[in-house]
């Protein structure tokens, strides 16, 4: 039976006598402001099917009442007594609807008492009527209809199974290396540089002789790696710098000897500097496999000139090297260097920052870890081992060179000691010569002074020259490779958007080359600087900082009890990580306090700019492990603490199905959990199993990312089922973990039900029986047009494809326009026009809200509104709250908490209760006093003195059409008759039950005309929901109420909680 729509269904009749006071008429004062202004047409409501649109409107009208009669009725409390004014089936006493609002329910109204606690000295605490009270059967002697376990389609939507493209690279012709190659050999060239031959001398005078990005990001995250990836690889790129300049010195140095000076010296550091990173440049964008053999030939050069050194040391010398201060092994000279002598401005953390760059070579291959055969083998082995040797190569060269050339010496042979002169300690005066006047001005030679003091301390000078060549390009070609590799793993990452254009690699081992020249044209502005001693102190602090985050990887990573993280090393500590970490750090700031600051304002800077913007990346950080032990710890601990009122918050389970497919229900949902509670999507999905659980399982990491993508702070969960309402009664039983569990189910209103089979009538009104079964509150939303889009999205896929497929068929017009000759060509476009391609559009946002192309048979466009409806501001209206029935407070919050969302702050709540007509504003104090105390704000307050009023002739006469197809009607027929009717179906509404019921039946149809009267113009209605107790109420008089309850009206919650408080006036 289709629903009858037309204009004058709800029509009074005309009064039969207009100076009687009209029952319909609900003012309970005349200061009231319930009516709605005469001038002000409320919005009209209709309800329209997908590709259908009502032709017809309702249209409420109501007969005005004798404000006199009723002010008098008011005043005096006269009982009004039956006669021609009422229709005959007004009342069934005289003074019935002057009773208390739910006298003859179990069905409590709102009082205060139900919110005090126990002993209270304010007055006793009266315990309401619990929900299993009235909602369990009281009797069976009504015949009611069994539940159903049939499959029940629940409109989800539900996607196609998607394949998973993955792509295979192609291996062939890939270069990798070996532990040797490609890490050890990196680690001594780097760690072997230019300190070693031209500055280690220099820190023995002044102190005496006693893939970083790549485990920061994955361990920290993409907060900590993308701040300090950036840092690391600008490190990497000023190292090259650094390294270029040692080996400009060398060469200048040489000029200075042959007296070939081009410029000055500092000018000719800039030139050969220069020339010097475009050659290298070269060699690495020529491939990894050049730059690797470049890198063997410049360690063999490297190690002849480390031998070399040492055996200059025992060769004997000279006078002219002892006027420079190299006198061969002496104790005496070892002694004298073995503690430290700062000069002016120099101290221990001034010359360990130019020093410190030397042990930045050990991320020398892990820097390149892509492109090793096993890095996980390659790099501990190799890194280990060269930091072994390079050790021992450290400190064998300064324990030599600090026991055999002095501090100071002249170079002149004329210095020497005089007979009888008192050498006062001095280990030069003891070997004959004296350089006390390098005391009162500056000498050019000895440890202090000269920057080529293994030169000329080896056997062979040039090999030596030849060997800090070696060390400095070589540490700059591993720089120079490193920073664009750091850097290209960083802008793949996509962590920073701006920087993507670097990313691109080319070649079969995807060469960096955009890399290359970011790192050439960092390089060559810090070449200009042509000062190593200025350079080196900035390298130590981006690198002491990236150090300090690995030591910290390793010990949060430690921390976090990750399963995942299972390190290799035996001796392995986090103690030891934290250690370092905290070290790095406090090295930082005690070497040049202000930059330390300077680099972590901007790595702070960065952190806080990667962490707004939530890269789409997932690496496992330990991050992610310490947030989930984190969660665990707490949600374990919230199970240690019993639940307390004022923390109540809604915590729903939405059956949205897929929840992109009902989008206005998870929105109003998400309005009142956002921030406050658990909100669960929910999705049933019903047949074989097998087929149910891929289809399922294929469609959980999709759903969840469409949660997050649309920011919207919920979880999405899935169950197969045989049919709907088992699978639903599963989410209500083990969905949530502790204490974080769901107390409130919300639900659309099955918009469809007088159309749909009895197994979906009968699973629909069986879940609400479920959830109050496990003491779970219930919502029903209804809105006019109805939820489910799951056909738009449908047609806009297809849309989509198609569209898809005709911008790929013009690529390949336009790709064989050059290749076809011209009758082919014209073959080719006579087949695409018979496909009827025409221009490409330009094409407009892909949301729903944008789809205005469509055929109206094909979309409705109301719907596709109406889905929309709770994402945009409410402006200035109302909230209307019917808290007809006590439920704990959950009917009242949830409208609190609605109104303090940004969307609906600008509306204001209006409560209507019912109560007495004789006590309206008695009763209007009453409640006003409850909300004070429960500190919410309202506009209003109403009491309606006549919910108990039975409804208009017409009003009643279409719930009873409406109802019509359902009923058994027995009592017309024979017994034999009726008991055989009542077996076959036995899901009818019987004239018992409906007469059983008949007053509820009323109050159903009554609260319609009294909701059409005060809040048709409403933003959004809040109603309590009736309960259906089992066995007295069948599933289609049941749908019935819901339907007459909330036919026509605006955006409608049903609401009715567990029974228990939610709300206290206690702080």
């Not at 005078?205 to 690391?232: D, H, N």
């Not at 669960?680 to 990312?705: D, T």
Request: a neutral charge; hydrophobic letters at 40%.
């Amino acid at each position: 039976m289709s629903l009858n729509n037309s204009s004058n269904v709800f029509l009074d009749s005309a009064p039969s006598n207009t100076n009687r006071f009209q029952v319909n008429v609900i003012n309970e004062s005349h200061e009231s402001s319930v009516a709605v202004n005469d001038n002000t047409d409320p919005p009209h409501y209709e309800e329209t099917s997908f590709g259908d649109e009502g032709q017809n409107r309702f249209r409420i009208s109501f007969r005005p009442g004798n404000q006199d009669r009723y002010d008098n009725f008011l005043q005096t409390g006269e009982t009004a007594k039956t006669d021609a004014s009422f229709h005959a089936y007004d009342s069934h006493t005289n003074t019935y609807y002057l009773q208390t609002f739910g006298h003859n329910t179990m069905d409590a109204v709102p009082k205060i008492e139900y919110y005090r606690n126990t002993g209270s000295v304010s007055g006793p605490k009266v315990n309401r009527p619990s929900l299993l009270e009235i909602h369990e059967q009281l009797a069976k002697n009504v015949s009611v209809a069994p539940g159903s376990a049939d499959v029940v389609a629940n409109g989800d939507g539900m996607p196609g199974d998607e394949q998973a493209e993955n792509k295979e690279e192609d291996q062939a012709g890939v270069v990798k290396f070996g532990w040797v190659k490609g890490v050890l050999v990196r680690c001594m060239l780097n760690i072997w540089g230019v300190m070693l031959f031209i500055r280690l001398s220099w820190i023995v005078g002044e102190a005496g002789i006693g893939g970083a990005y790549y485990l920061i990001s994955r361990s920290l995250g993409p907060e900590f790696g993308g701040s300090i990836g950036l840092i690391f690889a600008f490190a990497n790129a000023v190292a090259v710098a650094m390294y270029v300049v040692g080996f400009a010195e060398t060469v200048v140095d040489l000029l200075k000897e042959s007296d070939s000076m081009m410029v000055d010296p500092t000018n000719d550091i800039r030139i050969i500097g220069s020339i010097t990173v475009v050659i290298l440049l070269g060699i690495s964008v020529a491939g990894m496999e050049w730059e690797a053999k470049a890198q063997v030939i410049l360690l063999i050069i490297l190690l002849i000139a480390i031998v070399n050194f040492f055996i200059g040391t025992v060769i004997p010398s000279n006078n002219d090297k002892k006027s420079r201060g190299f006198f061969n092994y002496q104790a005496s000279i070892f002694a004298e260097n073995f503690g430290p002598s700062f000069t002016k401005g120099e101290g221990f953390f001034s010359v360990f920052a130019i020093f410190f760059p030397a042990a930045t070579g050990i991320l020398a291959g892990a820097n390149i870890s892509g492109d090793l055969e096993d890095p996980q083998d390659a790099i501990p082995r190799g890194t280990m081992l060269a930091i072994f040797i390079t050790t021992v190569a450290y400190i064998g060269v300064a324990i030599c060179v600090g026991a055999c050339v002095v501090r100071d010496a002249t170079g002149s042979m004329n210095d020497t000691v005089i007979s009888g002169m008192n050498c006062n300690g001095s280990a030069a005066c003891g070997l004959g010569y004296d350089f006390s006047r390098c005391r009162h001005e500056p000498c050019q030679y000895g440890l202090m002074n000269n920057f080529q003091v293994m030169s000329m301390v080896s056997g062979f000078g040039p090999l030596i020259t030849a060997g800090i060549f070696s060390a400095t390009l070589s540490s700059a070609l591993a720089s120079l490779v490193s920073a664009p590799k750091v850097f290209q793993a960083l802008c793949k990452d996509n962590i920073y958007k701006a920087l993507q254009f670097f990313a691109k690699g080319y070649g079969k081992n995807n060469e960096p080359l955009r890399g290359y020249f970011l790192t050439f044209v960092i390089a060559m502005a810090f070449i200009l600087i042509a000062e190593l001693n200025t350079i080196a102190p900035i390298i130590s602090n981006f690198f002491l900082a990236s150090y300090a985050l690995i030591n910290f990887s390793c010990f949060h990573a430690s921390y976090a009890k990750s399963p995942g993280w299972r390190p290799a090393y035996g001796i392995y500590n986090m103690w030891v990580s934290l250690f370092g970490a905290i070290l790095c750090c406090a090295v930082m700031f005690v070497i040049n306090w202000w930059a330390a600051v300077i680099t972590y304002v901007i790595e702070f800077f960065l952190y806080i700019y990667v962490t707004y913007k939530k890269p789409d990346v997932n690496w496992g950080s330990s991050t992610q492990a310490l947030s989930y032990v984190s969660a665990l710890d707490n949600a374990l601990e919230l199970t240690t603490v019993e639940d307390h009122v004022k923390n109540f918050r809604p915590q729903c389970i939405v059956l949205t199905g897929g929840p992109m497919t009902r989008p206005a229900l998870l929105d109003i949902t998400h309005a009142f959990t956002k921030n406050s509670g658990l909100c669960i999507c929910c999705e049933v999905f019903v047949g074989p199993r097998k087929l149910c659980v891929k289809e399922m399982n294929s469609g959980m990491a999709k759903k969840q990312a469409w949660l997050i993508k649309n920011k919207i702070k919920a979880f999405y969960a899935a169950v197969a089922a045989d049919c709907f309402r088992d699978g639903v009664r599963s989410l209500l039983q083990a969905s949530g973990l502790g204490r974080m569990k769901p107390n409130t189910l919300v639900i659309g209103y099955k918009k469809n039900w007088r159309k749909a089979p009895l197994t979906e009538i009968e699973n629909y009104v069986g879940i609400i029986h479920d959830a109050f079964d496990f003491e779970i509150g219930v919502v029903i939303v209804r809105i006019s047009q109805g939820f489910d889009i799951s056909q738009v999205l449908q047609v806009q896929d297809e849309l989509e494809k198609l569209e898809q497929e005709r911008l790929a068929l013009e690529a390949t017009i336009k790709d064989n326009e050059c290749e076809e000759e011209s009758g082919g060509l014209r073959g080719l476009f006579k087949k695409a026009g018979k496909l009827n391609i025409t221009k490409p559009t330009p094409k407009k946002d892909s949301s729903i809200n944008t789809i205005q192309s469509m055929h109206v048979g094909e979309i409705n466009q109301k719907l596709v509104e109406a889905s929309t409806q709770f994402k945009k501001k409410q402006g200035k209206g109302t909230i209307d709250v019917w808290w007809l029935f006590d439920d704990g407070g959950l009917t009242l919050l949830i409208p609190y908490i609605l109104t303090l969302r940004k969307k609906w702050k600008d509306c204001k709540l209006r409560i209507y209760v019912g109560g007495k007509i004789n006590r309206i504003e008695e009763e209007k104090i009453t409640m006003a006093s409850l909300l004070s105390k429960f500190r919410i704000k309202f506009a209003d307050i109403h009491v309606i003195g006549d919910i108990n009023i039975k409804p208009n002739k017409e009003s009643w006469k279409f719930f009873e059409e409406m109802i019509e197809p359902y009923r058994l009607h027995e009592s017309c027929k024979d017994l034999t008759t009726a008991e055989k009717l009542k077996r076959e179906t036995p899901w009818k509404i019987t004239d018992a039950e409906l007469e059983a019921v008949k007053e509820k039946s009323y109050r159903q149809v009554r609260l319609n005309e009294l909701l059409q009267e005060h809040s048709r113009a409403a933003n959004l209605i809040v109603l309590s929901l009736p309960v259906a107790r089992k066995g007295s109420i069948s599933d289609w008089l049941y749908m019935a109420w819901l339907e007459i309850l909330t036919k026509n009206l605006p955006p409608v919650l049903l609401v009715r909680g567990n029974h228990k408080n939610v709300l206290t006036f206690y702080s």
